[in-house]
C-alpha cells in the first residue's frame, strides 16, 4: 500500500534524527519526537521552514546548530546516491506521478521527489533546477542584467553552505577517549539516565588560517564585486581569516567583512580608499604586505589566497621574490584567476608566468561553480 505524502515525511524524519544522533547530535528519542511535532506543525509545504523546524527541535548549542545544516545537507546527498534509480544526479522519473519509484529520504525533506507532485509543479522544479545549473556555470562577465539578482542570491547560499562544512569545531568522537560527560548524559536520558551509550572527546583539528589577497584594480572589474561576496561569506563561516584588498596599495577589510550583513559590509567598503578600478602593482602590493602584514603570515597554519587576473604593471622580479618569500611562512599558495576559465587563456603575461613557481594551486574563479570548487583545496 503506498504511503501518503506525510507518511514518508515522518519516515525519513525519523531515519534523519538516527543518522544525526550517530553523527554527533546529542539527544535521545525526546528530540526525535519533538522533531515529528515540531514538523507536523509546520507542515510539508515549505522545504526551508520544514528544516528550520528540525533544527530548533533537535539543536540546543551554537556548535549543533552549525553541525546541523552540514549533516541535513549530507543526509540528502547520500540518500540521494544511494537511491534504487542509481547515480547520484536526480531524474525526472522520480517527481513523475505514477512512477512507481519512492522518494528517497533526502529528497522527502528538502521537497524533491515528492511522488504526488502535479505536472505543473514538476515542470517549475525542473526549470528551477536548470536556472541553477545555469547561474553556476556562466561566467560573472557575461551575467545578464536581468539574472544578477538571482545569481546573487544563489551565490551567497552556496558560498555560505559551502563555508558551513569549515565552521564546524568537532564532531562527537567515536574512538574511544576522554569520556564527555555532558554529552554522555544528554544521549541517555531516554534511557533513565543509565550511561548505555558513552561519548569521548576526541582531539579537536588544528584549525587553519585563510589570508584573502583580493584584486581590485580596473581590469577585475567583472569579478572583483562577486569575489568579494565569495570572501564575506568564508569571513563570515571560518574561524581566523584576514582579507586583504590591493591594485596599486594595500586595504585590510577584515573588519568590515565581519558584519553581520552584506548590505552593511558593502556600504563600508565603499568608504574606504582601496583603490578600486585603478591600475595592477601586484609586487609592490605583496611588498607591502609582507612588510607590515608579516605577522600574519608567520604561521605554517596558513593558506595564502590571491584572486587576481595576474596583470601586474610592475616588475616580474618583484613580485616572484615576494611570493616565494611568503610561500616559505604559510602552508599553501592558492592563485584564483578568472581569466583561466576562457578555454584559450594561457598564462603568458610576465607577471603571471613570474608567480606560477611559487603556486601549489593555480584554478579558475570565473563562475560559481569554479569557486565552489575551491573547497577540496581547502
Known sequence: MDQTPTERLMQSVVEFCRYARTNGLSGGLHR???ALRAVKAVGIGDPETLRFALRAALCSSKGEWDLFDQLFLTFAEQS??????????????????????????GACLTGQGAADAKPDEEGRAVAGASVRER???????QVPQSDL????????????????????????GSRPGPTDL?????????????????????????KKRLL?????????NAYSVFLLKFAYALQNHFGQVDTFLFSTSVVEVSDALRARRLSDALRKLSQLAAGWSAGTKIGA????????????????????????????????????????????????????NPLLGLAEYEPLTRGMRAA??????????????SLLALEKHL
Open 356 to 369: 606560477l613557481p611559487h603556486v601549489d594551486v593555480f584554478a579558475p574563479a570565473h563562475n560559481l561553480q
Open 149 to 172: 539578482v538571482r545569481l546573487e542570491e544563489l551565490s551567497l547560499r552556496l558560498f555560505r553552505r559551502m563555508s558551513l562544512r569549515y565552521s564546524r569545531r568537532f564532531k562527537s
Open 285 to 336: 602590493s605583496l611588498r607591502e604586505l609582507n612588510r607590515w602584514h608579516s605577522r600574519k603570515l608567520q604561521t605554517r597554519n596558513t593558506i595564502f589566497m590571491i584572486l587576481s587576473d595576474g596583470w601586474d604593471t610592475g616588475a616580474p622580479e618583484m613580485l616572484a621574490a615576494e611570493l616565494k618569500a611568503i610561500r616559505l611562512r604559510v602552508r599553501k599558495v592558492i592563485w584564483l
Open 212 to 220: 584573502i589577497f583580493l584584486d581590485v584594480s580596473g581590469s577585475m
Open 182 to 206: 555532558r554529552r554522555t548524559i544528554r544521549r541517555n536520558l531516554a534511557h533513565g539516565g543509565d550511561p548505555i551509550v558513552l561519548a569521548f572527546r576526541n582531539k579537536k583539528p588544528q
Open 32 to 34: 526525535s519526537l519533538a
Open 135 to 141: 547561474l553556476a556555470t556562466v561566467d560573472f562577465s
Open 80 to 105: 540521494q546516491r544511494t537511491s534504487p534509480s542509481g547515480s547520484g544526479k536526480r531524474k525526472q522519473s522520480n517527481t513523475v506521478e505514477g512512477s512507481g519509484q519512492r522518494p528517497t529520504p
